[in-house]
């Protein structure tokens, strides 16, 4: 059976989302943030540093893809300006709303407070009390569903259980990899267990949570904390014994049943504390 998918709620509530980064993170008026957030709003995010002109004068953001979701927007974003000393600022961050009755009823985030901490402004804790929401929710095609099945058996199989093994019945052989802040990672399914053998090796007990999932037409979307101890050696880094607690956000573009190109946010301020350098 065909699931009759609500094609215009989605795509309201992708225009409400879009029209508030134009008016807040734009035109940078922030006096109308009532016409898009609940008075009740829950913010997920400890610090607003978004909106302040004390640390980050004319801060802009600009979107760079965008995944509507029933009642879910999820989202990577480019912010740029400049510091009160006049150093040219870029970051990237992800961002997932949950819209109710056409206004943002709840926001979590995925920051790369890395960048952040280097311009000397707060970037909260690495979860900042963040409570997961796993799962989708609404209706979903067949398609959608199979799609969230295929990355979520990639991080259950190839992240937590380190079977890398299985690496090629989620990803294509020669699928693209956009990291937001760096192109070091490389392409191709090869490089992608080259550089998770890394990983693991650095981190044996490494194990990935994905907290929050959305899925529309052939994009997926997840917000994961990876967890782990150094105990191994891996870029540079010596085993430091310090835990790992980091967050990321990774979009997926599902081509014949498996991954053909991911992009990802990284918080590598979270790499940076377990002992490793970050990019």
Known sequence: ??????????????????????????ERRFEEAGRFLH???????????????????????????????????????????????????RLHTAELYRLRDGRVAEHWNVVDRDVLAAHGVDGGPERGGQPAAPGLHGPHSETERANAELVLGAYRDVFSEHRLDLAERYYHQDYRHHNMRTDAVPDGLDAFRAFFADNIAAFPDLVTTVDHIVAADD?????????????????????????????????????????????????????????????
């Open 219 to 279: 994009r997926v979307m997840v917000f994961v904390t990876w967890t782990g101890t150094l105990t191994g050696a891996w870029s540079g880094g010596g085993p430091s014994g310090l835990p790992l607690e980091m967050r990321t956000c990774d979009q997926f573009r599902i081509e014949r049943g498996k991954v053909a190109e991911h992009w990802e946010v990284v918080d590598y301020l979270a790499l940076g504390k377990a002992g490793l350098p970050t990019p």
């Open 1 to 26: 059976m065909t699931t009759v998918l609500p094609a215009g709620r989605r795509t309201g509530n992708a225009e409400l989302v879009r029209e508030l980064y134009e008016t807040l993170y734009h």
């Open 39 to 89: 008075a009740d709003c829950v913010e997920h995010d400890p610090v607003d540093w978004r909106s302040s002109d004390r640390e980050l004068p004319e801060l802009r953001a600009d979107i760079d893809h965008l995944v509507a979701d029933n009642d879910r927007v999820m989202l990577l974003a480019t912010w740029t300006g400049r510091t009160r000393s006049g150093a040219a600022f």
